[in-house]
């Protein structure tokens, strides 16, 4: 019936008018400054009857503007539609924005398409050298504001003109036109405006270096994973998507980068090795700086963090408690509430108290009190034992409750059903359980700690957290609905987003730029931070529904030297001479 089912839908959709793939065109309406692209989409069963009902109502424009229409889910499918090229085009675009860079140039210099090393003259490589020398001499400043104050315009005379000398002291068509890519990718960057002006220095001071790697190793020019490109565009996604009015990235990350300018400096003759350890000295600063430096993250880093180690712990007790009682009688409410509600509790006191503190042990003492008042009790002496001691147990499981930010009507329902558990057990004919063995179960969870599975096994996924509202405040919110159905590339896509990247998020009727500052274990939490401090955290399926659905969108469309590839593209397509000249 329901394959049945399945295939009569389809079959309603086509004759709807929904097909497999759409053409966008004849839906979208034109505004002033939008480029409009037709866009074929794909779309799956769990995609058409939304899509149907999308294509009917929303009027699309493209390019920085957003849907006119929002149903229940039907402007984000639809906003998906346009969008969805971001995950398919990224790394195709790019390598093939640098296959049209290397056919143009290879028509006006044959030689250029050799992929074997060249080895620059000796003469050429000292005049790279006085280049170098003569731009530090330039840039070099004593304090941040006069390094503000050198002007772009500044900037790129000075670099043109060591182009022109450089360009003279060339001995092959190769290095003119080598010259000449690189300064043309240099003076698109340069021109960038969202690169504050501090760093912009920066920038400039690395076209002598990556010159020198660009004479000597021409794929740089063929592939994006060049570790030149990958600084330069590791580099400019942290700094791009501050405000623009601040010119200002911080001063932990401005001192970062200039000391991995200085560095590549120091050592000019190590081509890419150099590039790629600072490369990787840059990725493991970032780690630090977003977790102890950035004043914006570290708050929100810290937050995301306990979240990530109580959720770990919790999961690690309840599977011990598990264990524990698989062989004890015990009522199935109170099980639950063991499982579901104590294990948070009990990793609540370790993470705010310590495993071993006085508060940790009275919360897992309470849990050995419910599971032997649980028990049947055959005997009117035990009966009377629970009545006793079950005001001050309830008290101590509202206040464990209380420390792990459930809302006191939450705790009323759990007091509920406990009490109807424990008045079954009244009545329950099953055995009792053996003093020995709650005196076992008491030691186990004296020393549950040692017990507890590795963290590194942890699955944390939306089916084991189940409500994470508790964690939430001012600082920090928790992404638990909204998106789409994300497909295996959009989750592929979410574990291989970069911190400190920057990115616009739509929440909760917000739209606010974010920067991606932290990754949790196996990167199956995520945390973006506005430039405000504001925390937002995403387990990874919800942060592929987001990316699905087009509610969080890089800030850059492509990587910092592609951009500036396809500018410098537009450029010899319009005088290719200036190449050879």
Known sequence: MVEE???ETNRWLLG????????????????????????????GFGDMAEAQGGLRRANVVIAGTTTSTRGAGVGEETRLMTRMSNLARTAGHAEAVLGRLNKLVGRQVPSFADTAEMQPSTGFKRAIAEAQSGI???LATTGRDERAAISTPALLQELQQRKQALKEAASTPVERATIEIVALLFQSILTEEKIPAVVRVWFARLQMPVLRVAVSEPDFFATTDHPARKLIDRMG???????????AAGDALDKEIKRVVQVVEAYPDTGRRVFQTVLTEFERFLEHYFKTENEATRKGVSLAQQVEQRETMAIQYTIELRKMLNEVPVQEGVRNFLFHVWADVL????????????????????????????????SREERADVIR???????????????????????????????????????????????????????????????LPDADEMQIDESIVMDL??????????????????????????????????????????????????????????????QQGRGTLFQQHRLASYLQAGLLVPAQDEALTVRATRSALAKLDADPQRLLN
């Open 5 to 7: 089912s399945y295939h």
């Open 16 to 43: 709807e008018g929904v097909r497999p793939e759409i053409d966008l065109r004849p839906l979208i309406r034109r505004s002033t400054g939008a480029h409009v692209a037709s866009i074929p989409v794909t779309t």
């Open 136 to 138: 530090q001499r330039q």
């Open 237 to 247: 996604a942290c700094v791009m998507g501050f405000d623009i009015s601040s010119r």
């Open 347 to 378: 990793a609540t006191m370790a993470l705010k108290t310590g495993a071993a503190s006085d508060a940790t042990k009275i919360m897992k003492r309470a849990a050995a009190d419910l599971i032997w008042s649980a028990g049947a009790k055959v």
């Open 389 to 451: 001691r079950l005001p001050p147990l309830l008290k101590t499981l509202r206040e464990g409750m209380a420390e792990a930010g459930l809302a006191p009507e939450k705790q009323d329902e759990h007091i509920q059903a406990l009490n109807d558990s424990l008045a079954a057990a009244f009545t329950a004919k099953a055995a009792a359980i053996p003093a020995e063995r709650l005196e076992e179960l008491m030691a186990r969870l004296e020393d549950l700690e040692e017990m």
């Open 469 to 530: 509202s508790g964690h939430e405040s001012t600082e920090l919110q928790i992404v638990t609905e909204g998106g789409s159905m994300p497909t295996p590339a959009m989750i592929a896509w979410a574990r291989e987003l970069q911190v400190g990247g920057w990115y616009m998020l739509e929440h909760r009727g917000r739209i606010e730029s974010v920067q991606l500052a932290w990754h949790g274990m196996r990167k199956q939490l995520s945390l973006f931070v506005s």
